[in-house]
């Protein structure tokens, strides 16, 4: 099993949809988490850290589940801007990035 | 503000040849840095990371080193490239106990 696992996509999306992405990890020692997003052929950037109490950016959305060790990214009113690659990264004694989740949002 | 630097950033070689990359921070001090490498469909794989000058950690055996000969400065290497080293090569530095910054990233492509 690999220990961090996301739905690859593409989640194709028109304008103003809200779509969710989830992601489940394999270590119940995990200590933070992290939603990256990373456009094509760029370097990951830090979207949000994610808390156990859930939080909330703008029309992100992160929340954790320890029980189940899933997480999830929720994208409000989705713009076309937000066409990106989603990684989902756990901390256990070092960070661990799943493969990503590919979002397309068209007009 | 902490800026992270790589370069090149993009870079064509031929298996058999020897590689350099070089990744350099400003704005901090005795940071922990870090190379990873993303190959085409893949995910991040972390290859050596560094918590201060001289010390490097191995995360996978591989035809790669690394150094840090300088506080703020990371270098990976190799003597001689194999095609399955292409890949998207990107050096990192750590914030706030656990939150990752990347730098440009280095495109390379062995032929």
């Known amino acids: 099993r690999k220990e961090v696992e996301q739905d690859p996509g593409p989640f194709n999306v028109p304008e103003g949809a809200t779509v969710a992405f989830n992601c489940t990890y394999s270590n119940s020692a995990s200590q933070s988490f992290f939603w990256y997003r990373q456009d094509c052929r760029k370097e990951p950037k830090l979207l949000m850290s994610v808390y156990s109490s859930g939080n909330e950016d703008g029309r992100f959305t992160a929340q954790l589940n320890r029980a189940s060790q899933y997480i999830s990214l929720l994208i409000r009113d989705s713009k076309l801007s937000d066409s990106a690659t989603y990684l989902c990264v756990v901390n256990t004694d070092k960070l661990i990035f799943g493969t990503g989740t590919r979002l397309q949002v068209f007009p | 503000s902490q800026t992270i630097h790589q370069w090149p950033a993009t870079l064509v070689q031929p298996v058999g040849s020897p590689l350099s990359l070089e990744c350099t921070v400003e704005g901090t001090s005795n940071p922990n840095l870090y190379w990873y490498r993303q190959a085409a469909g893949r995910g991040l794989q972390l290859l050596f990371y560094?918590?201060?000058?001289?010390?490097i950690s191995s995360e996978v055996p591989q035809n790669l080193s690394a150094s840090r000969p300088q506080d703020r400065q990371f270098i990976l290497s190799s003597k001689k490239l194999l095609l399955s080293d292409s890949g998207f090569y990107l050096c990192a530095w750590i914030r706030d106990s656990d939150t990752q910054y990347f730098g440009p990233g280095t495109r390379l492509t062995v032929l």
């Open positions: 560094s918590v201060g000058i001289g010390q």
